[in-house]
């Protein structure tokens, strides 16, 4: 059994800046990539950032230069820097993890969510 707990979420102003993290824990061997997705209300979810266990970073296009994504192996947490916040960043944000569990089974877990509001 792994747990994803989310924490860091809330409400922005326009050009503020939030930090959300995410906790992994349970029957965990290793983790592989973890990361980000957010949905916002009508929309699909949509990638916002990925990062491997050796550290190699993806962002979507639209958050490239704003948003840093990074981990801490040995806390088994992933974390997202959100700064220069727009309102079209209002979503609930997932992390997910890609986890090798004690058994040796590898499954893609997520968090419950974390809703960000960037709204003046």
């Known amino acids: 059994q792994v747990q994803l707990v989310e924490s860091g979420g809330g409400l922005v102003q326009p050009g503020g800046s939030l930090r959300l993290s995410c906790a992994a824990s349970?029957?965990?061997?290793?983790?592989?990539?973890m990361g980000w997705h957010r949905q916002a209300p009508g929309k699909s979810r949509e990638l916002v950032a990925a990062i491997t266990s050796g550290g190699g970073t993806n962002y979507a296009d639209s958050v490239k230069g704003r948003f840093t994504i990074s981990r801490d192996n040995a806390k088994n947490t992933v974390y997202l820097q959100m700064n220069s916040l727009e309102p079209e960043g209002t979503a609930v944000y997932y992390c997910y993890g890609f986890i090798t569990l004690t058994t040796r089974a590898s499954v893609n877990y997520w968090g419950q969510g974390t809703q960000v509001t960037v709204s003046s």
């Open positions: 349970g029957s965990i061997f290793s983790i592989n990539a």
